[in-house]
């Protein structure tokens, strides 16, 4: 395993050595926004009392930005990063005729493409786990009202959520570079791959999480969950929908004015209380489909005459 480490960081040093670069870069400005946010709470907390508009809120702004760019950032190179190592790893070989030599020097395939496999998917790792954790210090700086554990907001680019990226990006390469056994394409097809990802770790949320009652409106909650619908509430309870809501309404009345102002109006959908399950879920789907895609790709390895 030493030897193969080695030789992936021989192969990809250059890959391996901008991506540590952007990783330090991402990390530096994710430390700026935090430290310059966390130093604009004091000036908002006095301007609350204000009636004249407050210049730390046009800063809290500028600062909101620049964390939904470096969020971006992070999205971006998990992607590549996830998309180079996956999708050469096969590929390489094949297209530069040299996959002959070094799977007849292997006892088999498999044990050719296990380590390696292993190996690159380790270094993934190394380069994205900082970024997946800065990303929850940086949600909370950019919702500093709102505990990152308890938003479904930016669910990609932070936690679970981007390294659930980074690693389906990771599968889908090894195996689509097997199959292509040219680099450029694999790379692009698995960079679109991402984007597919990256959809679906939005989207299962909403799939697998357990719909309910979020809150009243208006409440901060609300802006920080997956909102289906809104309902309105009994007093016993009971929820309606607008036109149920609005058949109870006497006659003579305008039955939605009568609506909204007799009953609850309430959010219904995914809570961001439910974040912890939720994210967890997520990544074991997104893992699940993964272990498949690199079984497929161990496959083709093994059954794939070199070219």
Same mark, same amino acid.
């Given at each position: 395993?030493?030897?193969?480490?080695?030789? !992936?960081?021989?192969?990809?040093?250059?890959?391996?050595?901008?991506?540590?670069?952007?990783?330090?870069?991402?990390?530096?400005?994710?430390?700026?926004?935090? !430290?310059?946010?966390?130093?604009?709470?004091?000036?908002?907390?006095?301007?609350?009392?204000?009636?004249?508009?407050?210049?730390?809120?046009?800063?809290?702004?500028?600062?909101?930005?620049?964390? *939904?760019?470096?969020?971006?950032?992070?999205?971006?190179?998990?992607?590549?990063?996830?998309?180079?190592? $996956?999708? /050469?790893?096969?590929?390489?070989?094949?297209?530069?005729?040299?996959?002959?030599? +070094? &799977?007849?020097?292997?006892?088999?395939? @498999?044990? &050719?493409?296990?380590?390696?496999? !292993?190996?690159?998917?380790?270094?993934?790792?190394? @380069?994205?786990?900082?970024?997946?954790?800065?990303?929850?210090?940086?949600?909370?700086? #950019?919702?500093?009202?709102?505990?990152?554990?308890?938003?479904?907001?930016?669910?990609?680019?932070?936690?679970?959520?981007?390294?659930? +990226?980074? #690693?389906?990006?990771?599968?889908?390469?090894?195996?689509? $570079?097997?199959?292509?056994?040219?680099?450029?394409?694999?790379?692009?097809?698995?960079?679109?791959?991402? $984007?597919?990802?990256?959809?679906?770790? !939005?989207?299962?949320?909403?799939?697998?999480? /357990?719909?309910?009652?979020?809150?009243?409106?208006?409440?901060?909650?609300?802006? *920080?969950?997956?909102?289906?619908? /809104?309902?309105?509430?009994?007093?016993?309870?009971?929820?309606?929908?607008?036109?149920?809501?609005?058949?109870?309404?006497?006659?003579?009345?305008?039955?939605?004015? &009568?609506? &909204? /102002?007799?009953?609850?109006?309430?959010?219904?959908?995914?809570?961001?209380?439910?974040?912890?399950?939720?994210?967890?879920?997520?990544?074991?789907? #997104?893992?699940?489909?993964? +272990?498949?895609?690199?079984?497929?790709?161990?496959? +083709?390895?093994?059954?794939?005459?070199?070219?």
């Amino acid at each position: 395993m030493t030897r193969t480490l080695k030789l !992936a960081l021989r192969l990809d040093r250059l890959e391996l050595a901008i991506f540590v670069l952007c990783v330090l870069g991402l990390l530096g400005c994710t430390t700026y926004v935090v !430290a310059a946010v966390a130093g604009l709470l004091p000036s908002l907390a006095d301007c609350s009392d204000q009636t004249s508009p407050c210049p730390a809120y046009g800063l809290l702004n500028d600062q909101i930005a620049i964390g *939904h760019l470096v969020m971006l950032g992070f999205l971006v190179v998990a992607i590549l990063a996830g998309a180079l190592l $996956g999708s /050469q790893l096969v590929s390489r070989e094949i297209e530069r005729g040299t996959a002959p030599t +070094v &799977w007849s020097l292997a006892r088999s395939r @498999l044990r &050719w493409f296990a380590p390696r496999a !292993a190996v690159a998917l380790a270094l993934l790792l190394v @380069l994205v786990i900082p970024l997946a954790v800065a990303g929850q210090f940086l949600e909370g700086a #950019i919702e500093p009202t709102v505990d990152p554990s308890a938003s479904m907001i930016d669910l990609p680019t932070r936690g679970l959520g981007l390294l659930s +990226v980074a #690693i389906g990006t990771f599968a889908a390469g090894l195996f689509l $570079g097997a199959v292509f056994g040219r680099m450029l394409p694999a790379l692009l097809v698995t960079a679109f791959a991402g $984007g597919v990802v990256i959809a679906a770790v !939005a989207l299962l949320p909403a799939l697998v999480g /357990q719909p309910k009652v979020i809150g009243s409106f208006p409440s901060a909650a609300i802006a *920080h969950s997956i909102v289906f619908e /809104q309902r309105f509430r009994t007093p016993n309870g009971e929820l309606l929908n607008l036109d149920e809501a609005m058949a109870m309404a006497p006659a003579g009345t305008n039955p939605e004015d &009568w609506a &909204w /102002q007799n009953f609850d109006r309430v959010a219904y959908g995914i809570s961001g209380s439910d974040y912890p399950t939720i994210a967890l879920t997520t990544a074991a789907i #997104i893992a699940l489909v993964s +272990v498949g895609l690199v079984g497929c790709a161990a496959l +083709v390895v093994r059954r794939r005459r070199p070219e």
